[in-house]
């Protein structure tokens, strides 16, 4: 079974930065296009950065184009997300998932932003 354990998130002032990562256990995610995805109280979750193999064919949402940068380590079967300049509007339950939203769902992890 598939498992997805996101980590990093936290509390920042706005302008400030933080790394994702997220943790794929029961198979390795090969060529699988993945992303990041976010959700805001009362808003619908949102695809906000995906990865494919090669690691060059990315995708960012026009929010978080140019401050966001997504990566992946298929050796250690991670993807991250490195976010810079934060806005309060950042604020969400971050979550990983292939591009497709295909695996279970895992925990998210909290990112706020104060201004």
């Known amino acids: 079974q598939v498992q997805l354990v996101e980590s990093g998130g936290g509390l920042v002032q706005a302008g400030g930065s933080l790394r994702l990562s997220c943790a794929i256990s029961?198979?390795?995610?090969?060529?699988?296009?993945m992303g990041w995805f976010r959700q805001a109280p009362g808003k619908e979750r949102e695809y906000v950065a995906g990865?494919?193999?090669?690691?060059?064919?990315?995708y960012y949402a026009e929010s978080v184009k140019g401050r966001f940068t997504i990566s992946r380590n298929n050796a250690q079967n991670t993807v991250f997300l490195q976010m810079n300049n934060l806005k309060p509007e950042d604020t969400a339950v971050y979550y990983c998932n292939t591009a497709l939203r295909t695996w279970p769902w895992g925990q998210g992890t909290q990112v706020s932003v104060s201004s």
């Open positions: 029961g198979r390795t995610f090969g060529r699988t296009v």
């Open positions: 990865i494919g193999l090669p690691a060059r064919d990315t």
